[in-house]
C-alpha cells in the first residue's frame, strides 16, 4: 500500500527526533547545524561547513552517515592532491594467460557520503574534479563514465580563520553548493558537557535511523511538497532585490557588488520544502524561507570594497532584505 504524502511527511518529522536523539548522542549541542545537514541531503544539494578548528565537523559528518546507515568516505584535501586521487584512476593489470588490460580502481569519492575536509587547501584542477562529481552524479576516466551512488551528497569544510596556503573557490563554485552551514562556539554548558564526554569512555555509535532507500524516497516527497503562488513570489523577490539595480533597496546599491543568481532561488526554495517536511508539514511557509534564507545566500553575495571598509557583512545585508520583504 503507497502512503499519502501527508503521512510520510509526519514519518520524516518523527524520524529526524529519533535522528537527532542517535547524534545527540555523539554531538553535543550544534542542534540547527544538525537540522541544516539534514536540509541539505533531502533536498539533493551540497554543502559547506564553517567553523573554526575544534568544533566537531568532521564527527558531525561521520555522525550523520552512521545514523542514515549511509556508506561514509573523508578526503583530506592537501596543495599535491590530484583529480584522479579522488575520482580513481586506471591500473594495468596482467591476467593468468598474460594478457594486459586496464582495470579502473575507484577512488574514495565512490560513497554516499563524502567529506571533503579543508577544501580550500587543494589546487582549483582538484576542486573542479569535485564540484563536477557533485554536479554531474557521475565521472568519467578515460572516456568511460562511472555513476556514483545515491544518494550523494558532499559536505565540504573551510577554516574561516587560516587563509595561508589555501585556494579559495571561486564565486562560481561556491554557487553549487546548496548551504554554507556556520558551525558556532558552543554554550559555557555544552562545552563542559563536550569536555566531561570525550575525556570518559568511547560511546557506541548510534543506531541507523534511516536506510539509503528512504533517503531516496523522502528526496523525492520533496519535490512534491506543495509551494503557495505567495511563498514563491516573495522569495523570487527576496533574491532579486539581492542585485544592486533597479527595485533594489539602497543599501544593496551601496554595498553589493555581484547578488545572487537563479540557482540560489532554487535552492531556496528546495531548501524549504525539505524544512518543511522535516517540521512535519506539507506546505511550505515563509518560516521556512525566513530559516533558510542565510544559509543558502550568505556564501553568495558578493560586498563591494564598501561594504568592506565599513565592516558590513553579508548576514547584515541578508537580515534587512528579510525584514524588508519577507516580515
Not at 529526524?16 to 545537514?37: D, K, N, P, S, T
Request: glycine fraction near 6%.
Amino acid at each position: 500500500m503507497i502512503k499519502d504524502e501527508v503521512t510520510q511527511a509526519r514519518e520524516l518529522s518523527a524520524a529526524l527526533a529519533r535522528f537527532e536523539g542517535a547524534v545527540g548522542e555523539v554531538i553535543v549541542g550544534q542542534r540547527e547545524a544538525i537540522f541544516e545537514v539534514l536540509v541539505g541531503l533531502l533536498a539533493g544539494g551540497h554543502c559547506i561547513l564553517t567553523g573554526v578548528p575544534g568544533l566537531a565537523k568532521t564527527l558531525l559528518v561521520s555522525t550523520l552517515s552512521s545514523a542514515l546507515d549511509l556508506s561514509f568516505c573523508r578526503i583530506q584535501f592537501t596543495p599535491d592532491l590530484m583529480p584522479a586521487d579522488i575520482t580513481g584512476t586506471e591500473v594495468l593489470e596482467e591476467d593468468s594467460q598474460r594478457r594486459r588490460h586496464f582495470r579502473f580502481v575507484r577512488g574514495p569519492i565512490f560513497a554516499q557520503v563524502v567529506l571533503a575536509d579543508e577544501i580550500n587547501r587543494t589546487p582549483p584542477k582538484t576542486q573542479a574534479a569535485l564540484l563536477q562529481a557533485m554536479q554531474e552524479g557521475q565521472v568519467t576516466v578515460s572516456g568511460t563514465t562511472h555513476e556514483l551512488p545515491k544518494p550523494f551528497y558532499v559536505l565540504a569544510t573551510r577554516n574561516p580563520i587560516e587563509q595561508e596556503g589555501t585556494y579559495p573557490l571561486p564565486e562560481a563554485q561556491l554557487d553549487r553548493f546548496m548551504l554554507n552551514i556556520l558551525i558556532p562556539y558552543p554554550s559555557a554548558q555544552e562545552e563542559e558537557e563536550i569536555v566531561a564526554t570525550t575525556t570518559a569512555a568511547p560511546r557506541a555509535a548510534p543506531e541507523p535511523v534511516l536506510s539509503a532507500d528512504e533517503v531516496l524516497a523522502y528526496q523525492r516527497l520533496v519535490r512534491r511538497v506543495p509551494l503557495p503562488a505567495d511563498v514563491l513570489s516573495k522569495a523570487t523577490a527576496l533574491v532579486r532585490k539581492t542585485r544592486p539595480g533597479a527595485g533594489a533597496p539602497d543599501y544593496v546599491k551601496q554595498w553589493v557588488k555581484w547578488g545572487v543568481g537563479p540557482r540560489a532561488a532554487q535552492h531556496l526554495i528546495l531548501a524549504a520544502k525539505a524544512a518543511a517536511l522535516l517540521s512535519g508539514n506539507f506546505a511550505v511557509t515563509l518560516d521556512e524561507v525566513e530559516r533558510l534564507v542565510k544559509p543558502v545566500l550568505r556564501h553568495r553575495l558578493v560586498l563591494n570594497f564598501i561594504a568592506e571598509a565599513e565592516g558590513v557583512a553579508a548576514e547584515d545585508i541578508l537580515t534587512r532584505l528579510v525584514a524588508d520583504t519577507l516580515n
